[in-house]
Each structure stands twice: as C-alpha cells, then as structure tokens.
Antibody, heavy 115, light 107 residues
Framework: EVQLVESGGGLVQPGRSLKLSCAASGFTFSSFPMAWVRQAPKKGLEWVASISSGGGGTYYPDSVKGRFTISRDNAKSTLYLQMDSLRSEDTASYYC????????WGQGVMVTVSS | DIQMTQSPASLSASLGETISIECRASEDIYSNLAWYQQKSGKSPQLLIYAANRLQDGVPSRFSGSGSGTQYSLKISGMQPEDEGDYFCLQGSKFPLTFGSGTKLEIK
C-alpha cells in the first residue's frame, strides 16, 4: 500500500524557516517524480514544487521560487521542502504527492506563519 | 501561465441525478487534465487522469471527457458519498494549475 506521511509543520514567525518531510513507502520511491501542493484554509489547491525521480530537476511557481527548495533522499525514501523567508500568505496545509498524475497524496501538514 | 476556469462554483444534486463539472483552459492542454475529489478534512483523491482515464478503484459512475481547452467530469447517478469538493488540474505546462473548485452537495 502506497503511503505518504508528512511531518515538520507548525507555527513559525514571518521571515523564518521551516523544513517539511514526507516519508514514502509502498512503492519504489526512486522511480517517481514527486511534488508538493498546498491549500490555504478554506481555499483551493496550489502547486508548490516538483522534483524529478533522481533529484536533478526541480520546478517551482513564481510565488515560491527563490524561497522554497524541494529535495529528496532516495536512500531514505523521503521528500523534503525547505521553506525560507516565510510569509503570512504561505499559511496552508502542505501535501506531498506522487507525480506526474498526483495519484497518491499524504494526509497533509499545517504550516501557520504568524507573529 | 495556463488559467483553469472551473464551473460551476457550487452544485446541489438529488440522489441518482447526473451532474457535470466543466474546466476550460486558457490554451490547449492536450488532454493533460486530471480530476480530484476532496472530502472535508481529507486530502484530494485522484478520480480521472489524461482527461478520460478512470483511476483504479474509482466507481464507474465517474467519467471524464474533453480535448483541447474544454474538459468535463460527469457523475452518472449522484450518491451520498459523492458530496465534496472537486478540482481539475492541468499538467501540460509548468506551473501546474488547478481549477478553483466545485462544491457538490446533496439536495
């Protein structure tokens, strides 16, 4: 059974950093590109980052480019999202998902950016 | 960026009714279109990918169609468990973009 379990969320002050993790199991992690998607409270979905299966290719929307960094450790079957210079508008639930069809999603982790 | 215009924003349907949700892309997305269902407090679940391919385990009352810039999701025979939010996603070009969502309720 495919499982994706996010961790690392919490309350953080504006301008500070936070690193999310997503532990994968039930499939060959190293064979799949992965993605992060977020959802602000009571809002729609927003794609945040994608990474190729080997980690050599990363992609971001303009809203987070230069502030967020997606990475992966295929030996540990773990996906990461390093979030720097956080803003109030980054407050959301963050989901990791298996790319390219986003066929499996984690349960999500809440990130609240507030002073 | 490719804009995804989803309609309607909300929909109320009776049990057994057939409903449709539409997504229009601002440019041709070559059937790189997926549909997701999200129930309250849960993560999204993939229903349809590549515009018309049913994800494993998804009931056959769900179907997708469309091409070019116009796509639709149909539920043939609304069931109580179909209540929730529905989103489309274009995967043709970065940045990936979602529709704004449709809230589906039982009448």
């Amino acid at each position: 059974e495919v499982q994706l379990v996010e961790s690392g969320g919490g309350l953080v002050q504006p301008g500070r950093s936070l690193k999310l993790s997503c532990a994968a199991s039930g499939f060959t992690f190293s064979s799949f590109p992965m993605a992060w998607v977020r959802q602000a409270p009571k809002k729609g979905l927003e794609w945040v980052a994608s990474i190729s299966s080997g980690g050599g290719g990363t992609y971001y929307p303009d809203s987070v480019k230069g502030r967020f960094t997606i990475s992966r450790d295929n030996a540990k079957s773990t996906l990461y999202l390093q979030m720097d210079s956080l803003r109030s508008e980054d407050t959301a639930s963050y989901y990791c998902a298996r790319y390219t069809t986003l066929d499996y999603w984690g349960q999500g982790v809440m990130v609240t950016v507030s002073s | 960026d490719i804009q995804m215009t989803q309609s309607p924003a909300s929909l109320s349907a009776s049990l057994g009714e057939t409903i449709s949700i539409e997504c229009r892309a601002s440019e041709d997305i070559y059937s790189n279109l997926a549909w997701y269902q999200q129930k309250s407090g849960k993560s999204p679940q993939l229903l349809i990918y590549a515009a018309n391919r049913l994800q494993d385990g998804v009931p056959s009352r769900f179907s997708g169609s469309g091409s070019g810039t116009q796509y639709s999701l149909k539920i043939s025979g609304m069931q109580p468990e179909d209540e929730g939010d529905y989103f489309c996603l274009q995967g043709s070009k970065f940045p990936l973009t979602f529709g704004s969502g449709t809230k589906l309720e039982i009448k």
